[in-house]
């Protein structure tokens, strides 16, 4: 396999580059040069836990390097980007799942995508083998480059277009931020009911772990996909005091009821 290892400037030090900036350089045989972040105090943490990689706040300070990673929030990539002179005419990827690669084709010719598909949180460690990459460049080199550095660090790689990759993020959203904002729902229930919400662990778990060997289609149960009318009812009854979750309710029976 070829070698890809380049001195890398992260823009941004969320929870994205606190976890990545760490596998590239340990695992992915990079040199991380600098960080950027738009305050000094996550640039700062981010650089301790690396060993004291220089950063800066101004974006108009950062150092020459091989490979540009902007992993910020989607609305400002473009405000921060413009200006930073030195970035143009340079190898430049984001990691946003919903933002198109052609984005970035007003800075450079050698533009990218370098996106993890995971919920990052900046103390909760993640195996990066096992999670999947999503790749597209603008240049066969330039991919096949990109290719291999996530192979340093992952043992799954995709090429997909923005338009499919736009779809994948989609696909993440139901299936991450909503389920865990009814894990949440699920807790406030848990709690009004005397009883704590570790207690829906084991069930939370033999669901996740179902999902590895059966289509979810198939692994759903439940009284919406038995059309149990009694039951439906009295949940219904049981949520007029939460209007949000009784709305949910019912929006999420009669999908499940429309898939089957």
């Known amino acids: 396999?070829?070698?890809?290892?380049?001195?890398?400037?992260?823009?941004?030090?969320?929870?994205?580059?606190?976890?990545?900036?760490?596998?590239?350089?340990?695992?992915?045989?990079?040199?991380?040069?600098?960080?950027?972040?738009?305050?000094?105090?996550?640039?700062?943490?981010?650089?301790?836990?690396?060993?004291?990689?220089?950063?800066t706040n101004e974006i108009t300070e950062l150092f020459e390097a091989d490979l540009y990673i902007c992993?910020?929030?989607?609305?400002?990539?473009?405000?921060?980007?413009?200006?930073?002179?030195?970035?143009?005419?340079?190898?430049?990827?984001?990691?946003?799942?919903?933002?198109?690669?052609?984005?970035?084709?007003?800075?450079?010719?050698?533009?990218?995508?370098?996106?993890?598909?995971?919920s990052f949180s900046k103390n909760k460690e993640v195996d990066f083998k096992k999670i999947p990459f999503f790749i597209e460049a603008s240049s066969q080199t330039f991919r096949e480059d990109l290719v291999t550095l996530a192979t340093h660090i992952s043992d799954k790689s995709y090429l997909l277009d923005s338009e499919k990759r736009k779809q994948i993020h989609l696909a993440a959203v139901f299936v991450s931020n909503f389920v865990n904002h009814l894990y949440a729902v699920g807790e406030k229930m848990m709690v009004e009911a005397g009883v704590p919400f570790e207690a829906l662990l084991p069930l939370i778990e033999?669901?996740?772990?179902?999902?590895?060997?059966?289509?979810?289609?198939?692994?759903q149960t439940g009284p919406a996909v038995r059309r149990d009318?009694?039951?439906?009812?009295?949940?219904?009854?049981?949520?007029?005091e939460h209007p949000d979750w009784l709305q949910l309710y019912k929006q999420l029976t009669q999908s499940i009821q429309n898939m089957k």
């Open 206 to 219: 033999e669901v996740a772990e179902k999902v590895h060997t059966m289509s979810p289609v198939l692994a």
């Open 71 to 118: 992993a910020l929030k989607d609305s400002v990539i473009e405000e921060v980007l413009e200006k930073a002179d030195i970035i143009r005419g340079k190898r430049i990827v984001h990691t946003a799942g919903s933002v198109s690669a052609e984005m970035l084709s007003r800075f450079t010719d050698e533009y990218g995508v370098f996106y993890p598909l995971q």
């Open 1 to 55: 396999m070829k070698e890809y290892n380049p001195r890398v400037v992260f823009i941004g030090c969320g929870n994205l580059s606190t976890h990545l900036s760490k596998a590239l350089m340990n695992e992915g045989g990079c040199s991380i040069v600098q960080l950027y972040s738009r305050t000094v105090q996550s640039a700062a943490t981010l650089s301790a836990r690396l060993g004291d990689v220089p950063y």
């Open 229 to 240: 009318k009694n039951v439906l009812s009295m949940h219904e009854a049981m949520l007029e």
